[in-house]
C-alpha cells in the first residue's frame, strides 16, 4: 500500500510564506515524476509544479519565480515552498506521485499515479 501525506498547509497573509511536504511510504520501487496540484473552489484542478527523479522541475505561469519544488529522493518526500503568497493561490493543494511498486517481494507494478488527501492553503488580502 502507498501511501501520500502533504502537510505544511495554513492561513498566512498575502505576501507571506508557507512551505508544503509530502511524503511517500509503501512499498515503492522507484519514484519518477512527483507534481503538486491545487483545486481552488469551483475551479478545475490544476498542475502546480513537476519534479523528476533528476530533480528537472517546470512550473505553471503564474507560480513561477515565486513558488520552488524540489525533493529529498531518500526520504521519499517532495516540498513545495511557496513565496509572496497572492489570495489566489488560495486552494487546496494536492501532492501526486508517479511510481512503480513492488509486490510480493519479486513483482513490479506500474509506474501509476498516487495521489495524497490535500493539504489546504488559505491567503488573506
Known amino acids: 500500500q502507498v501511501q501520500l501525506v502533504e502537510s505544511g498547509g495554513g492561513l498566512v497573509q498575502a505576501g507571506g510564506s508557507l512551505r508544503l511536504s509530502c511524503v511517500a511510504s509503501?512499498?515503492?520501487?522507484?519514484?519518477?515524476?512527483m507534481r503538486w496540484y491545487r483545486q481552488a473552489p469551483g475551479k478545475q484542478r490544476e498542475l502546480v509544479a513537476t519534479i523528476g527523479s533528476s530533480g528537472s522541475t517546470s512550473y505553471e505561469d503564474s507560480v513561477k519565480g515565486r513558488f520552488t519544488i524540489s525533493r529529498d529522493n531518500a526520504e521519499n518526500t517532495a516540498y513545495l515552498q511557496m513565496d509572496s503568497l497572492k489570495a489566489e493561490d488560495t486552494a487546496i493543494y494536492y501532492c501526486?506521485?508517479?511510481?512503480?511498486?513492488?509486490?510480493?517481494?519479486?513483482?513490479?507494478?506500474?509506474?501509476?499515479?498516487?495521489w495524497g488527501q490535500g493539504t489546504q492553503v488559505t491567503v488573506s488580502s
Open positions: 509503501g512499498n515503492i520501487f522507484s519514484l519518477d515524476f
Open positions: 501526486n506521485a508517479y511510481l512503480t511498486t513492488l509486490e510480493g517481494g519479486s513483482r513490479l507494478e506500474g509506474p501509476h499515479d498516487y
